[in-house]
Every structure is written in structure tokens, then in C-alpha cells.
């Protein structure tokens, strides 16, 4: 199993900035894969980002130049650095991880509001 825990959510004016982090246990040597995904009030589950153990990025459209993803190995450890945030950012980010399986944290809430 891999337990995921999340924490740097909050409460952010639009063009502020925030900074995720989610860490990883279970025992696992490396994790290929890990990521964030969103869930705004009504919509589906959708990707923002994700990372591979060799450092391959993907970015959501609607986040590319703003947000940056980044993991310490070492840490079993992902971040997702989140600047110029705007209100339709607003959602509950999920952190995601992949060995054998997928695994998913219980997600943090980030608002975007004035």
C-alpha cells in the first residue's frame, strides 16, 4: 500500500501563490509516476500535472506557465508550485501516485478568492 498526504492548501487572492506537498509511504523504493489532479464543484476529476522518477513533466493546458511540478526522490515527496493563481483554480487537489497500482490521497481544498 502507499499512503499519500497532502498538505499546503488554503485560502489565496487571484494572482497569488501556493505551494503543494504531498508525501508518500509504504515502502516503496520508487514510485514511477506521481501527479496532482483537481476536482471543481460539479465537474469531473481532471489532471493539472505529473511527474516521473526520471523527472518527465506533463502539464494540463489551463496550467501550463503558471504551475510547476517537482518531486525529491529521496523524500518520496511531490510538489506542485502554483503562481498567479486565478479563481477558476479553485478545487480540491488530489495527490496521485502509481506503482502496481494507483493510489490517491484524500485531497486538500485550495480557494482562490478576493
Known amino acids: 500500500q502507499v499512503h499519500l498526504v497532502e498538505s499546503g492548501g488554503g485560502l489565496v487572492q487571484p494572482g497569488g501563490s501556493l505551494r503543494l506537498s504531498c508525501e508518500a509511504s509504504g515502502g516503496w523504493f520508487s514510485i514511477p509516476t506521481m501527479g496532482w489532479y483537481r476536482q471543481r464543484p460539479g465537474a469531473e476529476r481532471e489532471l493539472v500535472a505529473d511527474?516521473?522518477?526520471?523527472?518527465?513533466?506533463k502539464y494540463a493546458d489551463s496550467v501550463k506557465g503558471r504551475f510547476t511540478i517537482s518531486r525529491n526522490n529521496a523524500k518520496h515527496t511531490i510538489y506542485l508550485q502554483m503562481n498567479n493563481l486565478k479563481p477558476e483554480d479553485t478545487a480540491v487537489y488530489y495527490c496521485q501516485a502509481t506503482t502496481t497500482r494507483c493510489f490517491w490521497g484524500q485531497g486538500t481544498q485550495v480557494t482562490v478568492s478576493s
Open positions: 511527474i516521473t522518477d526520471d523527472g518527465i513533466t
